[in-house]
Structure formats: C-alpha cells, structure tokens
Nanobody, 130 residues
Framework: VQLQASGGGLVQPGDSLRLSCAAS????????IAWFRQAPGKEREGVSCLSTTDGRTDNAESVKDRFTISRDDAKNTVYLQMNNLKLEDTAVYYCSAGLGFASTWSCLSGGISDNGFDIWGQGTLVTVSS
C-alpha cells in the first residue's frame, strides 16, 4: 500500500495550488485520509482530513475557508485544494491514510492528530513567497 503526493511548488501569497495524493489501492480501503504539513523548525500538524466511511471532513483552524479536501474514487486520489495561500503555509505537505477507526477518531474529534495514521506518502514542498 503506497501513497504518492504531488503538486507542490513555488507560489506567491494569494495564489492557489492543488495537491494530489494517489493511493495504490482503493481510497475506500482506508478509514480516513489526511493531509499534514511540517514547516521548518516546527512540529508536524494536521491540516485537513477526510473520513472515507461517511465523507465528513475537518480542517485546521489556520486553513478553514481556504483549504478543501476532496476525493475522486475513480482515480483513487485525494486532493487538497489550497486557496489564498499565505507565507505561513510554507511547509512540506504529507498525505497519510489510516487503516482503522483510530484514524477516523483522530480526523473528526476536533483537532487533526496523526494517531491511527499508518501509511505515509513522501512529502511535497509548498513554498509561498513574495
């Protein structure tokens, strides 16, 4: 089981970017799929999460109304649409999937933690710079 993240790049503040996370299996094989990010010198944080069983999503407060997670089951891909990017969004972004209910709980219990997320893709770098 593998996850392949892509779509990062260098953008200016206010720009948009869409990240993709392609799964080697079906996205429905997982309980939850999430995007995390890690900025230089900072801890990894949960950004956006999708519960695959019921479609519910959650976003970190810092990205609410700007980032949207979605999925295309036909392509076994999960996306992160990022709008109105800010300098502080600069980070390496990782997609991750959970094989059990613990990931769903981490996704939807308020604050996206990495507990229960078993599978990690390689990161994709997003740099927001003027």
């Amino acid at each position: 089981v593998q996850l392949q993240a892509s779509g990062g790049g260098l953008v200016q503040p206010g720009d948009s970017l869409r990240l993709s996370c392609a799964a080697s299996g079906f996205t429905s094989d997982y309980y939850a799929i999430a995007w995390f990010r890690q900025a230089p010198g900072k801890e990894r944080e949960g950004v956006s999460c999708l519960s695959t069983t019921d479609g519910r999503t959650d976003n970190a407060e810092s990205v609410k109304d700007r980032f949207t997670i979605s999925r295309d089951d036909a392509k076994n891909t999960v996306y992160l649409q990022m709008n109105n990017l800010k300098l502080e969004d600069t980070a390496v972004y990782y997609c991750s999937a959970g094989l059990g209910f613990a990931s769903t709980w981490s996704c939807l219990s308020g604050g996206i933690s990495d507990n229960g997320f078993d599978i990690w893709g390689q990161g994709t770098l997003v740099t927001v710079s003027s």
